[in-house]
């Protein structure tokens, strides 16, 4: 089964592009670090030589400078649905949501309350823990479940300035009805933000055509820009004007070479900027979004959900003890999917020992995280039979 599945995947021929361990037998942990792309090695390793080594401080003027934005664009058009000037790439996502969350409560400043789900990642609550502390402001959780638009109707109203949300959540996978949830802020009068980091790059967003204000997401995961690679920000073109940032550097200022006095942030999405940019942790980022590019970003998720429906079924199958803690309709699905069993965590090291690596969230789960143009059927298999062999099934 896996073998004619790989036979017939037309995004097939991507696999070799990618740096592989023969150690490394099924690689399921796409969604928490990316596999290198061969072709990343000669792109650093020719920028050291080449561009560090040759032009040295002239490479500043020469594109470094702006790369972000470069960059940032590439993977609105690719992958985002962003036109350009509304995308950069600057600091870790956690920073870059603390400025983004910072400016658009700043934005709203009649109102006093963010809403966010406790099945949030941690640093997307912890953030906004800290947000609430220093600005006077009450977060609005959804308690329990995923994040429906049903639940977000509920704890959304007059006082609700900014949404903060996951376009898939980190644990179940669920996928968010992005347009109807942004269009149900609005009404409300709030802004919101989502977090893309499970999605950029595996499940295609229209973040212009569904009027999403912010937007923040990794590259380090389905975007294989290594590990630490610098996070992307998105800020829809209008609101640019009125978003103002509180980390004040030289690098976001309007005229940074005059050095002058008093703070005047730059136009555009350039004031998100704070310090000098990561030239380097943006390089591998490039070849992955070519790559996207290449295969189509629509293509990507046919690919995605295959390998997902895949997966569930092979549990089905050969695990019946676990449980799918993750949607079974693939329009409610990103990427990955996780089981529940109580004997996962004891079985980890076992996988790892025989290069099945997929991702162990305690207390029970088991994440499978498929990037599309780097897992084979085939893998899904050889990770999903060792599962059901380590519990006796
Ligand atoms: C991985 C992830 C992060 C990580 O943030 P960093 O600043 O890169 O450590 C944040 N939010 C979500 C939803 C994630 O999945």
């Known amino acids: 089964m896996s073998q004619s599945l790989d036979a017939a995947d037309t995004l097939a021929r991507f696999r070799d592009?990618?740096?592989?361990?023969?150690?490394?037998?099924?690689?399921?942990?796409?969604?928490?670090?990316?596999?290198?792309?061969?072709?990343?090695?000669?792109?650093?390793?020719?920028?050291?030589?080449?561009?560090?080594?040759?032009?040295l401080i002239r490479g500043w003027d020469e594109g470094w400078l702006d790369l972000g934005q470069r960059i940032g664009d590439d993977l609105g058009r690719v992958a985002l649905g962003a036109?350009?000037?509304?995308?950069t790439i600057g600091d870790s996502?956690?920073?870059?949501?603390?400025?983004?969350?910072?400016?658009?409560?700043?934005?709203?400043?009649?109102?006093?309350?963010?809403?966010?789900?406790?099945d949030n990642f941690p640093t997307d609550r912890y953030v906004l823990e800290g947000i609430a502390a220093e600005c006077g402001l009450t977060l609005r959780w959804i308690d329990a479940g995923d994040a429906t638009v049903d639940r977000v109707a509920a704890?959304?109203?007059?006082?609700?300035?900014?949404?903060?949300?996951?376009?898939?959540?980190?644990?179940?996978?669920?996928?968010?009805?992005?347009?109807?949830?942004?269009?149900?802020a609005h009404e409300a009068g709030a802004l919101v933000l989502w977090d893309l980091c499970h999605s950029a790059g595996v499940v295609p967003t229209r973040l212009d055509d569904w009027g999403v204000d912010l937007a923040v997401g990794c590259t380090y995961k389905y975007l294989n820009g290594g590990p630490g690679s610098p996070a992307f920000a998105y800020v829809r073109s209008e609101?640019?004007?009125?978003?103002?940032?509180?980390?004040?550097?030289?690098?976001?200022?309007?005229?940074?070479?005059?050095?002058?006095?008093?703070?005047?942030?730059?136009?555009?999405?350039?004031?998100m900027l704070s310090g000098t940019p990561p030239v380097i942790g943006m390089l591998a980022m490039r070849d992955m979004i070519a790559a996207i590019e290449e295969a189509g970003?629509?293509?990507?998720?046919?690919?995605?959900?295959?390998?997902?429906?895949?997966?569930i079924?092979?549990?089905?199958?050969?695990?019946?003890?676990?449980?799918?803690?993750?949607?079974?309709?693939?329009?409610?699905?990103?990427?990955?999917?996780?089981?529940d069993h109580p004997r996962f965590e004891e079985i980890m090291p076992a996988l790892w020992e025989r290069g099945v690596i997929p991702d162990f969230r305690r207390?029970?789960?088991?994440?499978?995280?498929?990037?599309?143009?780097?897992?084979?059927f085939d893998e899904v298999r050889i990770g999903v039979e060792a599962i059901a062999e380590l519990l006796g099934e």
Request: aromatic fraction near 6%.
């Open 93 to 118: 996502t956690t920073v870059l949501l603390y400025k983004l969350v910072r400016a658009a409560v700043a934005a709203r400043p009649e109102r006093s309350e963010i809403v966010i789900d406790r």
């Open 17 to 55: 592009r990618f740096v592989r361990d023969p150690e490394v037998v099924a690689y399921l942990d796409g969604n928490s670090l990316g596999r290198p792309l061969a072709a990343s090695i000669a792109r650093v390793s020719e920028f050291m030589s080449g561009q560090w080594g040759g032009r």
């Open 155 to 184: 704890v959304l109203g007059e006082k609700t300035a900014l949404v903060v949300l996951s376009h898939v959540a980190y644990r179940s996978g669920y996928l968010a009805d992005v347009p109807a949830i942004t269009d149900l």
């Open 239 to 271: 609101l640019q004007g009125g978003m103002r940032q509180p980390i004040q550097g030289w690098l976001g200022s309007g005229t940074p070479f005059e050095m002058g006095q008093g703070y005047v942030a730059a136009p555009g999405i350039r004031g």
């Open 297 to 311: 970003i629509d293509a990507v998720r046919v690919k995605s959900v295959a390998l997902t429906e895949y997966a």
């Open 363 to 376: 207390p029970t789960g088991i994440r499978l995280g498929l990037s599309p143009l780097s897992t084979s």
């Open 83 to 87: 036109a350009p000037g509304q995308t």
């Open 313 to 339: 079924r092979l549990v089905d199958e050969l695990v019946p003890s676990a449980v799918l803690s993750s949607p079974r309709a693939a329009a409610e699905r990103g990427s990955h999917i996780t089981i």
